[in-house]
Nanobody
Framework: QVQLVESGGGLVQPGGSLRLSCAAS????????MGWYRQAPGKQRELVAH???????NYADSVKGRFTISRENAKDTVYLQMNSLKPEDTAVYYC?????????????WGQGTQVTVSS
């Protein structure tokens, strides 16, 4: 069983920056892709960015050029650097990790961290 612990959310003014972190523990097996999703009030959860174990990133169009995802495989930790934040980035951000164990893919989620962009 994998536990994901997120940190780094908070309140920031438009144009500001935040860095989210998510550490996985209890894995025992290699973590494959890791990523960040977000869910704003009244909206569906959406992919923000994800990154493979090899370090290949993928971003939602709405955050390209502003957000950067990275990971430290040795620590099973993924980061999301968020710059030039906009009010529409306000949401609960969830960390996600995929783990392949003997051909079965397991999907894990963090508890979520609130990001609020407001003046």
């Amino acid at each position: 069983q994998v536990q994901l612990v997120e940190s780094g959310g908070g309140l920031v003014q438009p144009g500001g920056s935040l860095r989210l972190s998510c550490a996985a523990s209890g894995s025992g097996f290699s973590i494959n892709a890791m990523g960040w999703y977000r869910q704003a009030p009244g909206k569906q959860r959406e992919l923000v960015a994800h990154i493979t174990s090899g370090g290949s990133p993928n971003y939602a169009d709405s955050v390209k050029g502003r957000f950067t995802i990275s990971r430290e495989n040795a620590k099973d930790t993924v980061y999301l650097q968020m710059n030039s934040l906009k009010p529409e980035d306000t949401a609960v951000y969830y960390c996600n990790a995929l783990q392949n164990r003997f051909g079965v893919v397991y999907d894990y989620w963090g508890q979520g961290t609130q990001v609020t962009v407001s003046s």
